[in-house]
Structures are given as C-alpha cells and as structure tokens.
C-alpha cells in the first residue's frame, strides 16, 4: 500500500513539474533535451509533451480520462485526434467527449496500419490489450488465451487519415497500438516530411522471424528518417517500453 502510496505521489509531481515548467517553455532544443532527459529516467506527461495550440494524434486510445487530459493540455486552440480500432470504445469516447464538453476533439473509427484495408481486431476483456491480428508479432507477456473473440475493421494510415481530415499541422503523435508501431510509421512518411512531428510510442512485442523487439525496429526507422530517439526507462521486466523521438 505504501509503494502504491509513493508511485502515485511520484506521477502527480512529474504531471505538476511537466505543467508548470515543461509545458511553458518555448519549442526549442533545450526543451527537447529536457524531454530526452525526463524521459529517459522518470518519463514525462502530457502536459510535458504539447503546447497550447498543438495538434496531436493518439492512435490506440480507449480512456477518456487520457482524452481529457490531451484536450486539456492543448487548449481550445488544439486538436485532439483519436484513432481507434474498436467500435464499442469509440461510442464510449463519443459519449464522454459529448458529456463534457470537450470541443476540441476528433474520433476516427480506424485501426492504424501503413495503408488502407480490412483487418481481424483480436479482442481482450482488458481494451488496452486490444490488437490487430498479425502473426508475424509474438510477446512474452500476451497470448492467446488473452483473447476471446474477434471482428473485421476498417484500418488505414496516417498519412490518408489526415488526408480525409485535411489536417496537415501535426505537433505530435502517441501510438499505443499494440504491435502496429512498424507499420504506423511506414504509413506516415508524408507526414513526417511535412510536419516533424515529435512521436511517442509504445512498444511491447517482438518479432517472430527476427527475435527483435519493435522497439528496436522502430528506432532504426526512425533514425533513417533523421530522427533523435530515445528510449524511456523500463518499467519492469515483462513490461512494454516507450521510445520518443524527435527532430530539431
């Protein structure tokens, strides 16, 4: 009890550190290197991560107290773009972002993948274990007993996603999909030329071919395409890890 007592008072000071400084910094490479910092050994919160009047793209969301928080830290100013697989948690988001009052928000009903298509969502009766089926992936700490049924989605890239949306300012993009992080990327290469866009992501799978963890995969995409990253402190052993990267 006293450890979770701990963690909890931790995150509430890095969420207060990330709003009060953090947060009202210019854009700059001394702000990124704060973030590279941060991320590296304590991590960072939303309020760390956009400005006031950013646009930000969340792929693989089902949490409206997130949703709230990225509306929040973006000001009426910002958009909040969710991507999600899952029908049944985007008509919960669509409740809540109704409910609350929460302007500043766009939901897409989408998997992200690196183009357009039709695709089996594995489901879990945990949403953020949710996943697009690939056999190609495999996770020491998901199988398939996790699993209890599927259906087909509609799936598609960033990249064409902002392209219906006619959104072409984009300041940040967070992905916790779930073993899509390598096609995602693929899929927003225009993106990246237009915008540089900081990423965040979260990986948690490896390879079934190769053995190596897509963490690994997606800093080696990254780099080619002139990005800084950095890998943020893992959190236990059979935990994900996230990356963030960056260009200045």
């Not at 799978?205 to 395409?225: E, N, P, S």
């Amino acid at each position: 009890m006293a450890e979770k007592a701990a963690k909890t008072s931790s995150l509430l000071l890095r969420e207060v550190f990330d709003l009060l400084i953090i947060h009202y910094l210019p854009e700059c490479k001394l702000k990124n290197l704060l973030r590279r910092f941060l991320m590296k050994y304590v991590g960072l919160s939303t309020y760390g991560l956009v400005n006031n009047g950013d646009t930000i793209i969340h792929g693989g969301c089902f949490m409206i107290e997130t949703v709230a928080k990225w509306s929040d830290a973006v000001g009426e100013n910002g958009k909040v773009i969710i991507i999600e697989a899952s029908k049944k948690n985007i008509d919960i988001l669509d409740y809540e972002i109704k409910r609350r009052y929460l302007k500043n928000v766009i939901l897409v009903h989408k998997g992200v993948w690196d183009s357009p298509g039709k695709m089996k969502l594995n489901f879990s009766n945990m949403s953020h274990k949710n996943k697009l089926k690939n056999k190609q992936l495999s996770s020491t700490i998901l199988d398939k007993f996790h699993y209890d049924r599927e259906e087909t989605v509609n799936v598609n890239s960033i990249d064409n996603i902002l392209k219906e949306l006619k959104i072409s300012k984009v300041d940040l993009i967070y992905f916790t999909i779930s073993g899509a992080e390598r096609e995602a990327l693929r899929g927003m290469k225009n993106v990246i030329k237009r915008a540089s866009p900081k990423i965040w992501i979260r990986c948690s799978f490896y390879d079934v071919d190769t053995k190596r963890h897509t963490i690994q995969d997606c800093t080696t995409i990254l780099k080619k395409l002139k990005y800084t990253v950095v890998w943020a402190k893992k959190e236990g052993k059979h935990i994900g890890r996230n990356l963030f990267a960056y260009r200045n």
